[in-house]
């Protein structure tokens, strides 16, 4: 009887061991199971994170405007693609601080700002080591909602075209408020003499009046130069485009430069075949050839020789030129002759007339045709002055 209730405890303990074996590994693999989910789960969780950066970053980068994200410390957090080129940034800047990253002590007291006022509206800067590159900039603190910083958010928009443009709006002001106030003020002269005594004299009278009379007509010329390149640039000008011969316009511009070629013993040369023609307005080309002819008239040298010339090129395109053989353009002058009032040589041009509007109403109606303007030139070797027209109707 004690062998067997011995053999029954044996069975016993090992039947029990063998269960608790068995629930000891299906509770290792519930374990294990319940592990792997909470991976799956956190690896999940952790790429749903990593896709919303993503997406951040996408969404950032496609802006125009400049972003900068900064944390609580001041440490940059993110910038989209447009900051680093705005700032010429080489290198990932994430969580260095504004100095390290940007090295502007103005951008560290904008953000000074931001902690004391909450938001920044606004703000201009100029970049440094740049030819005039201007960013406004607008803040604001990042609140949680019991009103703790949690960082900074600086969106940087791109002024420099604006500013560009406002410069180029004030000069033009200045220009025309010049060029108008030089002609009024010596018809007021002239006029105030000869109602002084001055128009009792026959001679001296009609010489007063030949003057006010030249100073009227600068103003109308001016006035009608104004009106021209305001419906060019707005184009309110419809080009009247069909074929044209080229020599033939070149002969009739010549006829009627020709008595003020003639006063400085200039000669101009036709080169144009007879048979070149363009697509292009014959009367806005007319008005092309003659501001080119006129000008190389009068900035040309005395008894030189003025060509004209022209030839087919690549693209269906006419170029073509006109050359002089005067004193020539500075190099530092060459981009600007076709600026509005811009004048190589200010003193002679007072001396010659003219708005100064002449080779920007040039460029304008060329490139109202498609075509291109330019100028070649060195001091002392004469100056070229090229444009381009479509050959035909593409």
Known sequence: ??????????????????????????????????????????????????????????LFNSMTEGVLILDPSGHVQLVNRSLQQFFDLKTDVRGQTLMEAFRLQELV????????????????????GTSGCWLQVNAAAVLDGGGVQH????????????????????E????????????LSLI??????????AKNDPELSTRFLQTIEKHADRLTYLIEDLLTISKLESGQIVMNLHEVN??????????????????????????????????????????????????????????????????PVADNKIEMWVQDDGPGIPPEARERVFERFYRVDRARSRETGGTGLGLSIVKH??????????????????????????QSKE
């Open 188 to 197: 007021k002269g002239f006029v105030e003499t000869l109602l002084d005594g």
């Open 1 to 58: 009887m004690p062998y067997i209730l011995l053999a029954i405890t044996v069975v016993g303990a090992i039947a029990l061991h063998l269960w608790w074996q068995r629930r000891y590994a299906r509770l290792q693999g519930e374990c294990a199971r319940q592990k792997q989910s909470i991976s799956d789960s956190q690896q999940k969780h952790d790429q749903e994170i990593m896709q919303k950066q993503a997406e951040q970053q996408a």
């Open 246 to 311: 080229l020599h033939e316009e070149v002969v009739r511009v010549i006829e009627d430069l020709q008595s003020r070629a003639s006063g400085k013993n200039v000669k101009l040369q036709n080169t144009l075949s007879p048979d070149l023609t363009a697509h292009a307005d014959a009367d806005r080309l007319e008005q092309v050839l003659f501001n080119l002819i006129e000008n190389a008239i009068k900035y040309g040298r005395e008894a030189g020789t003025i060509i004209i010339g022209g030839k």
């Open 365 to 390: 109606i060329v490139q109202a045709h498609s075509g291109e303007v330019s100028v070649k030139s060195e001091p002392g070797a004469g100056t070229t002055f090229f444009f381009t027209l479509p």
């Open 109 to 128: 007291e904008l953000v000074r700002r931001i902690q004391e006022e909450r938001a920044v509206q606004d703000h201009e800067m100029e970049l440094p």
């Open 151 to 170: 960082g900074s958010i600086l969106v940087f928009h791109d002024l420099t075209r604006l500013k560009q443009l406002e410069n180029t709006r004030q």
């Open 172 to 183: 033009f002001v200045a220009n025309v408020s010049h060029e108008l106030r030089t002609p």
